[in-house]
């Protein structure tokens, strides 16, 4: 069975979620100078998915490459 095991280290979840909130932001406050509805949209949908990925700790991307952030112990 498929389990989930972090693969983001805090440092990448910190960096994650700034670029998040900076998606965010220019989403919904700059609408007009993205001016197209679906680039806004695909915006949006990213951030989100980087918000899991910040919550979670676990990324899908890292996960196919077999790459992980944390520290092996």
Request: a positive charge; aromatic letters at 10%.
């Amino acid at each position: 069975m498929f389990t989930i095991k972090k693969n983001l280290c805090a440092l990448d979840r910190v960096v994650r979620c700034v670029i998040t909130i900076t998606l965010f932001l220019y989403a919904f406050l700059a609408a007009e100078q993205i001016g197209d509805a679906f680039l806004q949209i695909a915006i949006i949908v990213f951030a989100t998915i980087n918000l899991v990925s910040v919550l979670t700790g676990w990324c899908v991307v890292y996960r196919m490459a077999n790459i992980s952030t944390c520290k092996v112990k």
